[in-house]
């Protein structure tokens, strides 16, 4: 996520520095044209058109009637769709704490100067290059009682051993939580790790000479230093959030019941298989407009304020 | 003469003599989503009937029904369609009716007499303002109960006739240590289950008042809520590592000898084939109700609307090749169904077609599918409701009730 301003190449009216920077922009300015076409019109006319038809009745072909906030009121009245926006704030409360944490752990874990470096950080990234759906299944198999942990135990002797979370209505989504933070913690490992390697080892000599203890500079010192670090984990650990889709998919189908469906799959659902437009682009606007509120004032504070001040 | 005439030349005369070929080889592009291995098996009993015919079939099988659908469709919509292409019947390919996308075959429907050897559910899908559409090309049972004759055997007891006396065989094999239902718990699969006690229970009338009218009069019937009670009870009577199933997994189960029973569409019968079993030996299949109903739904072809003379041609000769009583014997031996015309005679077929066969020679037992009666947007939302109803024991019918009562409504 990044800005990039153009400015309007000034007509060359003479001046060898203007016609320099004409010519140097120029290109730049029409490569950069189609990019911005294309964010105009297909991100954002895409975004428009969505918001726009969340207040018609279409269903299977898009219908340009105006029925005002029916949709919406159909829509929070609603269990699927309340259950899905209470399963996303609880993933994302889980996910993106949860990896932050283990990620972190791991990064100091590594960052200890072990033995065999090269081999932990493949282990712990590696779950990352899989696919969502590939995770889902393969966790699903492995918490499935009847095929995986709970008939493991069982068979080897503990006959009253359950662990029945994936099939159980109020546990489910816990077991989503758990999938997603082995996909994601390796990742944010690596971001961490990358961040503690640039910390400058005369703080650790300071502190040694200090006798401050490893811990406290590592919760005092050191994280305040990842920042940024931690900032971009946050940002690509939300948008795995608010896209969460396909892990659901591949794991529970949304179920046992509607125990783990998701706002992602409610529009999809209802968009490509349930011919209601109308429906499925009201939840798309509500995705919508929760993403922009929690992302806004972090946007202007990065990067608006800054660039303001430059100019 | 330049190097450049002499090759346009050249190409010319291939592309001319390439054509010609073309036309008189009748060459069909077909796009289908018959991609596992019965299904693909299936579909080269017509390309190679048509192969035989004279004709070149170039088979386009796209995996999935809905992107299948999709790129059929764009195609259409954009000018340059398949020769013939695969919808189920049902409402699917309404819209393209309506935008006048796709050929009637009504001549083609008069001379072989289709509304007479067709049953009439297939017909009323197929047909829109009094012409064909489409070309029905199989029938598929959706509310079969396959069941494991060993089992049963050893347990002394006989398959059930009706959904009472299966919850109560259901517990005593649960006693036993067995499954009772196998069931791929996932929420389409779930409501297919909820369907087939629906038709087996409350009767064909309830079924169509139900997904078909959608008046909350239906709800508020004794007999509904009976229904609804019944299939509360069937909870109890499938296994804990049910939620999420695959549904080829859980016919597996019956194959293991692990489960009792499996409710499924004739589709499965795939399965038992590929694990060696035959019909009427190591499983049994059965329709369980007071009065026998079959849910029938199927597969038709839709030739897209062309002007191209040739085209039109191929497509009468694929028309032919579909409903040829051979080839359709042959198609649904592999496919799993029965044949769409009810003239065929299927005594070489297996045990379970002909049973289908034989309920549904009597026009009272057809009933159409839910795909055929209602909206997507309807039955997604009583999707929603019978996946909840099941997956929670605490929930009662009468909450259940209320949950499909605004389904209707807000479906409309």
Known sequence: MDTISIRAPSMPSGGTKTQRRVKTRLPAAVALLPTALIVLVVYIGCMLWTVRLSFTSSTLLPKLDWVGLAQYSRLFANDRFLTSASNIVIFGALFISG??????????????????????????????????????????????????????????????????????QRMAIYTIVVAGLWHGAGLTMAILLAGLRGVDKDLWKAAKVDGIPTWRVYTSVVLPLLRPMVVTAVVLLTTGVVKLYDLVVAMTLGGPG??????????????????????GTAAATIMLITVVSILAPWVYIRYVRPQGRHA | ??????????????????????????????????????????????????????GTWVDNAIAGGA???????????????????????????????SNDLVRDVDAQAKAGKWREIMPKPIVDATVREGKFFAVPVNIHGQNWMFYNTKIFADADLEPPKTFPELVESGEKLKAKGIIPIALGGQPNWEHNLFRAVVVGHGGADMFRQLYGTRKPDVLKSPKFKETVELFGKMRGLVDPGSPGRNWNDATALVITNKAAMHFNGDWAKGEFL??????????????????????????????????????????????????????????????????????????????CAQKSHAILKDPANQVESMEILSPPNFSGAMQDAVTQYWNNPNMSADAFIEKITSAMRDAG
């Not at chain 1, 972190?104 to 090269?118: C, K, S, T, Y």
């Open chain 1, 258 to 279: 509607i125990a783990t469906e998701v706002p992602a799959k409610f529009v999809m659902d209802h968009l490509f298989e349930r011919n209601n437009i109308g429906l």
């Open chain 2, 1 to 54: 003469m330049s190097m450049k005439t002499r090759v346009s030349a050249y190409t010319l005369s291939v592309a001319l003599i390439w054509s010609s070929g073309a036309l008189a080889q009748q060459k069909a592009e077909v796009l289908h989503w018959w991609t596992s291995a019965g299904e693909s098996a299936s579909v080269k009993v017509f390309a190679d009937q048509f192969t035989k015919a004279g």
């Open chain 1, 99 to 168: 990896c932050l944490v283990i990620g972190f752990l791991l990064a100091v874990f590594i960052d200890q100067n072990i033995r065999g470096e090269g081999l932990f950080r493949t282990v712990f990234l590696y779950p990352y290059s899989m696919s969502f759906v590939v995770t889902g299944v393969a966790w699903q198999w492995f918490l499935n009682p009847g095929l995986g942990l709970q008939k493991l135990v069982r068979d080897m002797g503990f006959e009253s051993f359950t662990f029945d979370w994936l099939v159980n």
């Open chain 2, 274 to 351: 590929a694990a060696g079993q035959s019909a009427g030996k190591e499983y049994g299949c059965t329709v369980v109700g007071q009065e026998p109903k079959l849910v029938i739904g199927g597969d038709v072809f839709v030739l897209p609307a062309t002007k191209d003379k040739a085209a039109l041609a191929t497509q009468d000769k694929l028309v032919e090749v579909l409903l040829d009583p051979a080839s359709q014997l042959e198609f649904n031996k592999k496919k799993g169904s029965i044949p769409v015309r009810m003239d065929v005679d299927v005594s070489s077929m297996d045990v």
């Open chain 2, 67 to 97: 992107n299948a659908r999709t790129a059929g469709i764009n195609r259409m919509v954009g000018g340059n369609p398949p020769t013939m292409m695969q919808f189920n019947t049902g409402k699917q390919f309404d819209e393209l009716v």
